[in-house]
Nanobody
């Protein structure tokens, strides 16, 4: 079982940058692809992006492409979400999660990343990001 703790959220202004971190403990971190999701007030949880085991491949939701970057450090067991050019609509609680099914998707000829909440196993408690206009 992997435990995840996100941190780095806060209140920023539109146009600012913020880097979120997700620290893992337990389990074998480098065997998991990792995903970031977010949930805005009154909205459904939505996929932000994912990073493969080694960090060599990433996938992003269209609304963050070019602004957000996911990276990971398998030695530190940490995954990062660098958010640039933040907009008020990026206000949400951000969650990281582990994905143990990425390799299986590849074996079935699918893309490695999962887009849905149910495809992820272990979740952090979330960190709140508020972007003021």
């Amino acid at each position: 079982q992997v435990q995840l703790v996100e941190y780095g959220g806060g209140l920023v202004q539109a146009g600012d940058s913020l880097r979120l971190s997700c620290a893992a403990s337990g389990g074998t971190f480098n065997s998991y692809a990792m995903g970031w999701f977010r949930q805005a007030p009154g909205a459904e949880l939505e996929f932000v992006g994912a990073i493969a085991w080694s960090g060599g491949s990433t996938h992003y939701a269209d609304f963050v492409k070019g602004r957000f970057t996911i990276s990971r450090d398998n030695v530190k067991k940490t995954v990062y979400l660098q958010m640039n050019s933040l907009k008020p609509e990026d206000t949400a609680v951000y969650y990281c999660a582990t994905d143990a099914r990425a390799w299986s998707r590849i074996q079935y000829g699918r893309n490695w990343w999962g887009l849905e909440q149910h495809e992820y196993d272990n979740w952090g408690q979330g960190t709140r990001v508020t972007v003021s206009s």
